[in-house]
Antibody
């Protein structure tokens, strides 16, 4: 069974940094791009970032460009989201999700998703 | 970016009802439309990909149709476990964008 487990969420002050991790199992991790999708409290879903299976071709939504960095360590079956200069509007549950192809920009769906990591940005 | 809209934003229905949710894209997305189900406190789950391909393990009461800019998710006979929020998502281009969701609750 394919499974994703996130960790690293928490309460952080505005301007602070946090790193999320997502460990995948049940599939050949390096064969798939991985993405991060967030959901603000009571709101919808927003694709934030993604990275190809090789570790290249990263994507960032405009609102996080220059502040967030996605990376992966295929030897550890782990994808990371380094979040710097956090703002109140970054408060959300962050889900990692497996893409359908190795190349991020060819992927057509997110499946499965992890259980999510809550990031709260507040003073 | 491609904007996705859904209607209705919420609906109340009874067990056994036929439910239809509509999703519209701001430009043509061919067949590249997915549907996800999210229950409270849970992660989204992929139900249907590429407009009409039912994912493994998803009950056959769920179906999808459409093309171009207009798409539909239909639940033929609503079951208690189907009360949830449903999101459409386009995978035609980047950034992948989601609709705002349709909440299905009990009448």
């Amino acid at each position: 069974e394919e499974q994703l487990v996130e960790s690293g969420g928490g309460l952080i002050q505005p301007g602070g940094s946090l790193r999320l991790s997502c460990v995948g199992s049940g599939f050949t991790f390096s064969d798939y791009a991985m993405s991060w999708v967030r959901q603000a409290p009571g709101k919808g879903l927003e694709w934030v970032s993604g990275i190809s299976g090789s570790g290249g071709s990263p994507f960032y939504v405009d609102s996080v460009k220059g502040r967030f960095t996605v990376s992966r360590d295929n030897s550890k079956n782990t994808v990371y989201l380094q979040m710097n200069k956090l703002r109140a509007d970054d408060t959300a549950v962050y889900y990692c999700a497996k893409d359908s192809t190795a190349f991020l920009y060819s992927s057509r769906e997110f499946d499965p998703w992890g259980q999510g990591a809550l990031v709260s940005v507040s003073s | 970016d491609i904007q996705m809209t859904q209607s209705p934003s919420s609906l109340s229905a009874s067990v056994g009802d036929r439910v239809t949710i509509t999703c519209r894209a701001s430009q043509t997305i061919n067949k590249y439309l997915n549907w996800y189900q999210q229950k409270p406190g849970e992660a989204p789950k992929l139900l249907i990909s590429a407009t009409s391909s039912l994912r493994s393990g998803v009950p056959s009461r769920f179906s999808g149709s459409g093309s171009g800019t207009d798409f539909t998710l239909t639940i033929s006979s609503l079951q208690p476990e189907d009360f949830a929020t449903y999101y459409c998502q386009q995978s035609y281009n980047v950034p992948r964008t989601f609709g705002p969701g349709t909440k299905v609750d009990i009448k």
